[in-house]
């Protein structure tokens, strides 16, 4: 058994990177917040991806306000920065604060803007699977360095948050992702069924009041890894606990945990995490070697994050075109 250790990365330009650098090779993926009051968090992944060579690295991004279009052709640019180890987690915003930030169109009630996400999230994959993997030829006898009878044309039609049609044209000016499609993380809320059913990872916050993992379990497919998102322990009768914690997870359904640490707490957590966490969690068989996992093959070891979550290689959309 290997269970699923996933970690919270605030994008502060003075801790973040040696955060990283600290989990890599360690925790399976970093999930990288954006709340409006600092940097990017697509832009911030795009500078850790070279910076790290084993670590997920997947930003969160409010769809609600940015365009499909963009949202695909950046998260693609990220997997291959990253060297297949993107992923993308996709959010909302239904606050007037943030609205104003963009100035695009008004606040959304939740439900609304969750429906537009995951008609989002269709859009992204439809965009990354516009060109096939050999799309690009490079043959210099006929000067051609796209064959573009492997792209493919795609048009969505999408009701955003305020009821307003609009349409999304393809093909990507991009090429699609090393990994096909990069891991599409939602957390699960209220009104959201839609959008975590197209997930390919689900995060359970219960003590948020979100569903519970039983419910989770029922609903989703059974190739679905769900994490639980818990507190990063700061002691080590904490870290007692959390090992305690898991265990429980993992009978109930949970596929592992994203443990969440501040920005001021996040490096001394990887230090943690790294020397007192992940060590408990394998002498209590929760939790494989780096040693192990490569002798076995896979699971967390895998070069790619689909890989290292347990998910299967993307197929394209477009494969019998």
């Known amino acids: 058994m290997s269970v699923i250790i996933a970690t919270t990365l605030t994008p502060d330009p ?16 970093a999930l990288i ?27 969160e991004v409010r769809a609600t306000h940015l365009e499909p279009f963009h949202l695909a052709t950046a998260s693609a640019t990220l997997d291959y920065t990253a060297r297949a180890r993107a992923g993308l987690a996709v959010g909302i915003s239904s606050t007037p604060a943030e609205a104003v930030l963009f100035g695009r169109r008004g606040p959304a009630p939740a439900p609304a803007a969750w ?49 307003v049609d609009y349409s999304v ?23 959201n069924e839609a959008a975590r059913g197209a997930a390919d990872v689900v995060l359970a916050d219960e003590a948020a009041g979100t569903i ?33 914690s898991v265990r429980i997870l993992v009978e109930r359904g949970a596929s592992g945990v994203l443990l969440t640490a501040s920005a001021e707490n ?22 494989d070697t780096p040693e192990v996992v490569a002798a076995l093959g896979g699971g967390n070891d895998a070069s790619d994050l689909r890989g290292r979550l347990g998910l299967a290689p993307a197929v394209n959309l477009y494969a019998d075109a």
């Open 14 to 29: 003075i801790s973040g990177p040696a955060t990283a650098k600290t989990l890599d090779g360690h925790a399976d993926f």
């Open 33 to 59: 917040p954006d709340d409006f009051t600092g940097l990017d968090a697509l832009e911030f992944a795009s500078w850790l991806g070279p910076l790290t060579s084993r670590l997920g690295i997947v930003p």
């Open 115 to 163: 429906a537009e996400a995951a008609s989002v999230i269709d859009v992204i994959r439809r965009l990354w699977d516009s060109w096939d993997n050999d799309a690009i030829i490079r043959d210099e006898a006929t000067d051609r360095y796209i064959d573009r009878d492997r792209l493919h044309y795609i048009e969505a039609q999408v009701q955003d948050s305020t009821g």
């Open 169 to 191: 044209l393809g093909p990507s000016i991009t090429p699609r992702p090393p990994q096909g499609h990069p891991p599409i993380i939602v957390r699960a809320e209220a009104c």
């Open 212 to 244: 519970s993992l039983e419910d989770l379990r029922t609903e989703l497919d059974p190739g679905v890894p769900v994490l639980t998102v818990l507190p990063a322990p700061t002691t080590r009768a904490e870290v007692a606990e959390l090992v305690s």
């Open 266 to 287: 996040q490096l001394d957590f990887s230090v943690r995490l790294v020397s007192e966490i992940l060590p408990a969690l394998h002498a209590a068989g929760l939790r």
